[in-house]
């Protein structure tokens, strides 16, 4: 009788535990809830089993599904600064504390982006002073690779702090850190990396479905199953992402830009939301020919220039993108992680700043090459993004440009700022037809605007 009992209450427990609502991690206290965008609520409960959710004054309820899952969706909210409560009710009851209202942003990419604070050039200094409230880190745990999209990571909202950022993205936290700065409202940053990963296996299905190259080989790859599918779709306002060193290193050239734009169409699509925006590291100068010569004979001198070029194609093929150039902030070209990820956050920062907040007047991007003209042996650029305009980075001479005539061999050129322009000429060449700008995998060219930001790598030929 006594084992019966026990039987009896057991099978009671186990019924009582399968009944209960439950929520993603993505959803505990000291999340942040992206502002003035309805805002995604999901989990799971028993078939059929009434939920609601009420936050902010508003209740919206619902039935799970027979696999069990449901979700609402809240009314947009206002910038909150003050701790908000959210509660779910189901035959049981969460109530998640802490909450704020304000911006959202993912983080992802390889070993650049996981890189974290511990590891960098300004960690030391950096980390001590990293007490931000209105700060809260999310960081996908673990590298997880699965053959079927995953419904939930592991993972918990934690508060900015020098405990708490010490492992986390430094560019990241950099960005976020500026971000807040300079807006005064919470910034919720969603960490999800792997190091060493090619951008294919971030890409969902539904992104390949969309770039003709690529549909052959539709199918969900194994890192977005374990680390971006159980993050939808949750609102945010736009994603971050330093990847591309093992797509240079596999030889891809001009096929990366259609893989970024398959991530981007495809991550815009899982979350619901086509205005993401997306804002992206150029990979730095490095010496990927001498290094990995042995693991891909196919590397040239000329392997990183042409991939440089399949980023910057983005900018033309990706709508609300924009890209960071880094190769003045490398400081050593045989270290394929700069350290310096402080300037790399906030220049990805000055993006969003101009783009999503308004902030007018703040030159985001380096010189972009935009056109050119011959005249008397000399080849003057054109250029966009030059700001308050241009300038020599480091006060030397302008360098790492090279020039050829129609036999198509490349010399270097003496290069000299006129007003908005470049004049670019060489003694060698008495009738130039193309110019090249940091055209090498080692090239840390000095040409700049006076925002202190680098020109984009670049060629006028198609050769």
């Given at each position: 009788m006594k084992s019966f009992a026990i039987t009896c209450?057991?099978?009671?427990?186990?019924?009582?535990?399968?009944?209960?609502?439950?929520?993603?991690?993505?959803?505990?206290?000291?999340?942040?809830?992206?502002?003035?965008?309805?805002?995604?609520?999901?989990?799971?409960?028993?078939?059929?089993?009434?939920v609601s959710v009420s936050f902010a004054g508003t209740t919206e309820s619902t039935k799970a599904g027979q696999d069990g899952k449901w979700k609402v969706q809240l009314p947009a909210q206002k910038t909150g600064d003050q701790p908000r409560v959210m509660t779910v009710n189901g035959n049981n009851q969460i109530q998640l504390k802490d909450i704020m209202v304000g911006e959202v942003w993912i983080c992802s990419g390889q070993s650049n982006m996981e890189w974290s604070m511990t590891r960098t050039q300004h960690g030391k200094e950096e980390i001590p002073k990293a007490s931000h409230p209105l700060i809260r880190l999310y960081n996908v745990q673990g590298h997880i690779n699965k053959p079927e999209p995953q419904d939930d990571a592991p993972g918990k909202w934690q508060v900015c702090s020098p405990e708490s950022v010490a492992g986390f993205s430094a560019v990241?936290?950099?960005?976020?850190?500026?971000?807040?700065?300079?807006?005064?409202?919470?910034?919720?940053?969603?960490?999800?990396?792997?190091?060493?990963?090619?951008?294919?296996?971030?890409?969902?299905?539904?992104?390949?479905?969309?770039?003709?190259?690529?549909?052959?080989?539709?199918?969900?790859?194994?890192?977005?199953?374990?680390?971006?599918?159980?993050?939808?779709?949750?609102?945010?306002?736009?994603?971050i992402w330093y990847q591309g060193e093992s797509n240079c290193l596999k030889g891809d050239t001009t096929i990366y830009t259609d893989r970024t734009e398959a991530l981007v169409k495809g991550w815009r699509s899982v979350f619901q939301q086509n205005d993401l925006s997306f804002y992206f590291v150029q990979i730095a100068p490095f010496i990927y020919a001498e290094k990995f010569e042995d693991r891909n004979e196919n590397l040239t001198a000329e392997s990183l220039p042409r991939f440089w070029d399949a980023q910057t194609a983005c900018l033309k093929r990706i709508d609300n993108c924009g890209m960071v150039v880094v190769t003045d902030i490398t400081g050593n070209v045989k270290d394929i992680h700069p350290r310096n990820k402080r300037d790399v956050g906030q220049r990805l920062a000055r993006w969003a700043l101009a783009k999503n907040y308004g902030k007018n007047g703040l030159t985001y991007s380096g010189p972009q090459y935009a056109g050119m003209s011959?005249?008397?042996?000399?080849?003057?650029?054109?250029?966009?993004?030059?700001?308050?305009?241009?300038?020599?980075?480091?006060?030397?001479?302008l360098s790492e440009?090279?020039?050829?005539?129609?036999?198509?061999?490349?010399?270097?050129?003496?290069?000299?700022?006129?007003?908005?322009?470049?004049?670019?000429?060489?003694?060698?060449?008495?009738?130039?037809?193309?110019?090249?700008?940091?055209?090498?995998?080692?090239?840390?060219?000095?040409?700049?605007?006076?925002?202190?930001?680098?020109?984009?790598?670049f060629r006028t030929d198609d050769w």
């Open positions: 209450c057991l099978l009671l427990f186990l019924n009582r535990a399968e009944a209960d609502v439950r929520l993603p991690g993505l959803f505990s206290d000291y999340m942040v809830i992206q502002r003035d965008k309805p805002v995604n609520v999901w989990g799971w409960a028993d078939p059929d089993e009434s990241g936290y950099h960005f976020g850190q500026k971000l807040h700065s300079e807006l005064k409202v919470p910034i919720g940053l969603i960490g999800s990396n792997w190091g060493g990963t090619k951008i294919e296996p971030w890409t969902p299905k539904v992104g390949l479905e969309q770039v003709d190259s690529l549909k052959p080989t539709a199918k969900n790859g194994g890192i977005y199953n374990g680390m971006i599918h159980p993050l939808k779709p949750y609102t945010m306002r736009g994603i011959v005249e008397n042996g000399a080849v003057t650029l054109k250029f966009d993004h030059t700001g308050a305009g241009l300038k020599s980075l480091d006060g030397t001479e440009f090279s020039i050829a005539g129609a036999d198509r061999k490349f010399v270097s050129a003496k290069a000299e700022i006129e007003g908005e322009t470049v004049k670019v000429s060489s003694a060698e060449v008495a009738e130039p037809v193309a110019v090249r700008f940091a055209w090498r995998e080692t090239a840390t060219g000095n040409l700049g605007n006076k925002a202190g930001l680098p020109a984009i790598p």
